[in-house]
């Protein structure tokens, strides 16, 4: 019997999702051919896994069942993905039927959490509601949990701190819950997949760990991804009467780019097809991109023998990767090869890589100035990008009026000046809290309460907007003679106890006399018991000083949504726990330890949190490779810095601690330097003929001999450096 479901398969933008949208158009087309008077109850008859006709020919259940309005399941491979494919299937079916679009994870969540009384019942569970844990949550608390097992010893043998060393346990879990592996069986998999090796930590300790530690979640309501995806594939997936309420739910599934799903993801797809559903599902054989990070496209790419196979051509004509894929991948897998790349491959090359950076962001200034390209057709994307490197290209290119877009450039939420000075100003009103505050930190909240805005008209550039009645010169003065350190109850003194106070102005102490009353005013209602929680001073904080009826920038807004998301979420997790297991500490304890939690610099906030309307905004991107080819975009030219690096291999990403012993083909199976030497050249084939499948006109190799710590670079690109070498911009 011929399948109704489709697997397509093809390279970068081969047209895999436009071919999926337009396969479940023609299911909708196919469905609107069949008529309710064409089906009489003696000619619905189940056959297979779908249902009949009168001529007996098979109709997939998602055609029969339109009038029980069932829904379509579209998944995609990460969030930015998710959006844009549900707004292409709900544009091009006029928004007429139901559909869910989420990625593997979401669905997994949501899920767990809609049918969380059939898992209580299932596994005799507390009955409270879940709560989810943020990952750095998750870290924290695990780590109170472990600490007394995490000792030094245990340290030294796994030579990395504690820190490091919790959060390797812990993506452990992770994995193999996306494996489809069963907590219990994790240590029996490390077991066989680490041998002798004497370099790390017993498995069945790691075992041991990780139980105590989702059994210690399950009694409180706290769920993990991990916790979220073993739940799922363990436990919801094997009961019929959830079996049963999907089949209700879902009579058709699309998923984009499952070649970076988890190995459960195929468990619920074959469920749903065994269940009569139709399936559309692409595979880029050029993706595998989260390879090493929980995705197994080998075990998904199983899926295919289900399906109708559709292979799809090459790219498109307008990109580079027919014409240059071949030819890169033999030099870099051949270096010997005396091959030359076309003038369409240029290089910056220089000795270090602060002129590196110089160079190349000149060059892209020089192109846009000269109209050569536009600031949206250009990318720069590195294997890694640390903060020298984003703050030099940012500098020169917005100096010269261009503006740049880094892709989910999350920084911790710390390193914020907004951030930093609305928890100075929790320590100054909350008692108990002085050992957290100093003379820098009270100058710095100084400067940056005491803001004004400034409103020229036919001005649309917030961050030119903002200026400070207090200046850093004046603040450092207030906090040198006005700042009383005091353990329990720092201080701010009047202005007039510095005997120069005439030199702060009559502006600045304006502005400190207001943020004097107002801190006053808190202390007082917070000794009344009249502040609900540390969350609301923080929001009256930012609505008196930061917001006041001003436009802020992306950046603040992103980094002030967060925190307050983030404190939120940290004293709804706080009360759970004092609710379960009350323990008797001082009433700021959680105070202190959300703001020791914030300077450990663990939590981040998106600067770009809202998304354009209308035309897209006109800048450089900038992006690591895995950002970059995470977001599925293209460019007329790129950019490859550090193009001798030897991360390009790596792919951008780390792999996680034992990723590959959970691969569904080679459970268990050690992994050897042949096979990581095996694993780096197949990711090094897929990233090149990656990008170039996304870029159309030109590519810029920018290479310099020394990295930033002085080391020579001699990375896997290097060939391709000396190909072009020709065509050099020096």
Same mark, same amino acid.
């Given at each position: ?411 911790? /939420?710390?390193?914020?000046? $907004?951030? !930093?000075? *609305?928890?100075?100003?929790?320590? +100054?009103? #909350?008692?108990? =809290?002085?050992? &957290? ?99 609301? /001073?923080?929001?009256?904080? $930012?609505? !008196?000083? *930061?917001?006041?009826?001003?436009? +802020?920038? #992306?950046?603040? =807004?992103?980094? &002030? ?122 990711? &090094? ?46």
């Amino acid at each position: 019997m011929v399948s109704h479901s489709v697997w397509i398969v093809g390279t970068s933008r081969s047209g895999k999702t436009a071919r999926l949208v337009e396969q479940f158009c023609n299911w909708i087309k196919s469905e609107n051919q069949y008529t309710e008077s064409f089906y009489t109850k003696r000619q619905r008859r189940k056959k297979g896994d779908g249902f009949a006709n009168a001529k007996g020919e098979r109709i997939p259940e998602f055609l029969y069942l339109k009038q029980t309005e069932p829904g379509v399941l579209v998944l995609a491979a990460n969030d930015d993905n998710r959006r844009e494919l549900g707004d292409i299937i709900v544009t091009s079916t006029l928004g007429k039927y139901p559909v869910r679009a989420k990625t593997p994870l979401g669905f997994f969540q949501d899920e767990v959490i809609l049918f969380w009384p059939l898992l209580i019942n299932s596994l005799n569970l507390k009955a409270q509601f879940p709560v989810r844990l943020r990952p750095e949550t998750e870290q924290e608390l695990a780590t109170k949990l472990w600490r007394p097992q995490l000792y030094e010893k245990i340290l030294r043998i796994a030579g990395v701190n504690e820190s490091r060393l919790v959060r390797r346990i812990l993506d452990l879990l992770q994995l193999a819950a996306y494996s489809g592996i069963p907590c219990e069986d994790i240590a029996q998999i490390l077991a066989r997949g680490l041998g002798e090796n004497t370099t790390t930590l017993e498995p069945e300790f790691l075992g041991s760990l990780l139980l105590d530690w989702r059994n210690w979640c399950l009694e409180r309501g706290l769920l993990t991804y991990g916790i979220i995806t073993e739940l799922y594939s363990q436990y919801l997936l094997n009961d019929r009467n959830y079996q049963q309420h999907l089949a209700k739910r879902y009579q058709a599934v699309l998923a984009d780019d499952v070649d970076d799903y988890p190995s459960v993801a195929r468990l619920l797809f074959e469920l749903l097809l065994d269940q009569g559903a139709v399936g559309a599902f692409s595979y880029n054989l050029d993706g595998a991109v989260r390879l090493g990070l929980g995705a197994d496209p080998n075990y998904l790419e199983g899926l295919a023998e289900r399906c109708r196979v559709e292979i799809l051509t090459g790219p498109p004509p307008e990109s580079l990767g027919e014409q240059l894929t071949k030819q890169m991948v033999e030099l870099v897998t051949q270096p010997m090869v005396l091959l030359s790349l076309p003038e369409i491959v240029h290089s910056i090359e220089t000795t270090s890589r602060a002129q590196l950076l110089r160079q190349t962001a000149e060059v892209i200034a020089n192109a846009i100035q000269s109209q050569q390209v536009q600031p949206e057709q250009v990318a720069i994307i590195a294997p890694g990008l640390d903060a020298i490197a984003r703050y030099t290209l940012v500098e020169i290119l917005v100096k010269q009026n261009i503006q740049v877009q880094s892709l989910n450039d999350q920084r911790p /939420l710390i390193s914020s000046p $907004i951030i !930093r000075a *609305l928890l100075t100003m929790l320590a +100054l009103v #909350y008692p108990g =809290l002085g050992r &957290l505050v100093d003379r820098d930190a009270v100058a710095e909240m100084l400067v940056v309460l005491s803001r004004k805005q400034q409103l020229p008209e036919n001005s649309t550039d917030a961050i030119n907007r903002v200026s400070t009645n207090i200046d850093p010169v004046r603040a450092g003065l207030i906090a040198d003679y006005c700042f009383l350190p005091h353990p329990s109850r720092p201080n701010l003194l009047p202005v007039s106890a510095f005997e120069r106070w005439d030199r702060i102005g009559y502006a600045a102490t304006t502005a400190y006399n207001e943020i004097l009353q107002w801190l006053e005013e808190q202390r007082s209602q917070q000794e009344l018991r009249l502040i609900p929680s540390p969350i609301s /001073l923080l929001d009256r904080a $930012i609505q !008196r000083f *930061l917001w006041n009826g001003s436009n +802020l920038p #992306y950046e603040q =807004l992103a980094a &002030l949504r967060e925190l307050l998301e983030t404190a939120q979420h940290y004293w709804e997790i706080d009360t759970r726990l004092r609710q379960i297991s009350p323990v008797e500490t001082t009433p700021y304890t959680t105070i202190i330890e959300f703001i020791q939690l914030l300077r450990r610099g663990t939590i981040t906030a998106n600067p770009y949190p809202v998304r354009p309307i209308g035309e897209a905004r006109k800048s450089v991107t900038l992006a690591t490779i895995f950002q970059y080819r995470s977001s599925r975009r293209s460019h007329r030219w790129h950019f490859w810095l550090d193009a001798g690096s030897p991360l390009w291999a790596k792919g951008g990403a780390a792999t996680l601690f034992g990723a590959p012993f959970f691969l569904r083909d080679r459970l268990g199976e050690p992994w050897t330097a042949e096979d990581e030497k095996l694993a780096e050249e197949q990711r &090094l084939r897929r990233i090149l003929a990656d990008l170039l499948s996304r870029v159309s006109e030109r590519v810029y190799l920018c290479h310099s001999d020394l990295a930033v710590n002085g080391q020579e670079q001699l990375g896997p690109l290097l060939p391709l450096v000396n190909a072009c070498v020709t065509h050099s911009v020096i």
